[in-house]
T-cell receptor, first 115, second 110 residues
Framework: NAGVMQNPRHLVRRRGQEARLRCSPV?????VYWYRQLPEEGLKFMVY????????ESGMPKERFSAEFPKEGPSILRIQQVVRGDSAAYFC?????????????FGQGTRLTVV | DAKTTQPNSMESNEEEPVHLPCNHS???????IHWYRQLPSQGPEYVIH???SNVNNRMASLAIAEDRKSSTLILHRATLRDAAVYYC???????????FGQGTRLTINP
């Protein structure tokens, strides 16, 4: 039973390019969460999706960032026109339903470096 | 969201018990208390959660104060692998996300 799979594990992009981060949740999980962790800082919530719907995007920057979780396939976090400040570790988590009283499973993250 | 207070850092020795405190004085009666940890260069991992009574699992124990304003995560015999940042996270009814604070950075000495 595979856990949350994120790919790529490491991604290098030049300023102005697009970054696509993929997250395959645990099989059967329909809730996906994205977090960002800047170097030497804490985990910040970005967005919560439930199959084809964005439920909470209160932590997403207003521009250049978007997320989707299609009916089929992985969840995608897309960053357009990356800047140096986007360099961070991006973690995805999944759960079978809302989190109260249950465990969320996290992936190993994608480390984005913008050069 | 309920506010939490955790020590920034703690240190312990290998094979000794570790008690990690968390104050969550604004928690309400139906809020669960979840603990996660993040090992170096890894994603967070679930440790344990509870509501009112003490809880045990293979990783740790969670002792919840009678008034629920604080809790303590107990690692019974710390190993070097337990060195991580530990997060105490109250989850309210209808909560849709985990909100991570600064956590407690636990160092284990050999």
């Amino acid at each position: 039973n595979a856990g949350v799979m994120q790919n790529p594990r490491h991604l290098v992009r030049r300023r102005g390019q697009e970054a696509r981060l993929r997250c395959s949740p645990v099989k059967g999980h329909s809730h996906v969460y994205w977090y960002r962790q800047l170097p030497e800082e804490g985990l910040k919530f970005m967005v919560y999706l439930q199959k084809e719907n964005i439920i909470d995007e209160s932590g997403m920057p207003k521009e250049r960032f978007s997320a989707e979780f299609p009916k089929e396939g992985p969840s995608i976090l897309r960053i357009q026109q990356v800047v140096r400040g986007d360099s961070a570790a991006y973690f995805c988590a999944s759960s079978p339903r809302k989190l109260l009283g249950i465990e969320a499973f996290f992936g190993q993250g994608t480390r984005l470096t913008v050069v | 969201d309920a506010k939490t207070t955790q020590p920034n850092s703690m240190e312990s020795n290998e094979e000794e018990p570790v008690h990690l405190p968390c104050n969550h004085s604004t928690i309400s009666g139906t809020d669960y208390i979840h603990w996660y940890r993040q090992l170096p260069s890894q994603g967070p991992e679930y440790v344990i959660h509870g509501l009112t009574s003490n809880v045990n699992n293979r990783m740790a124990s969670l002792a919840i104060a009678e008034d629920r304003k604080s809790s303590t995560l107990i690692l019974h015999r710390a190993t070097l692998r337990d060195a991580a940042v530990y997060y105490c996270i109250p989850l309210i009814q209808g909560a849709q996300k985990l909100v991570f604070g600064q956590g407690t950075r636990l160092t284990i000495n050999p």
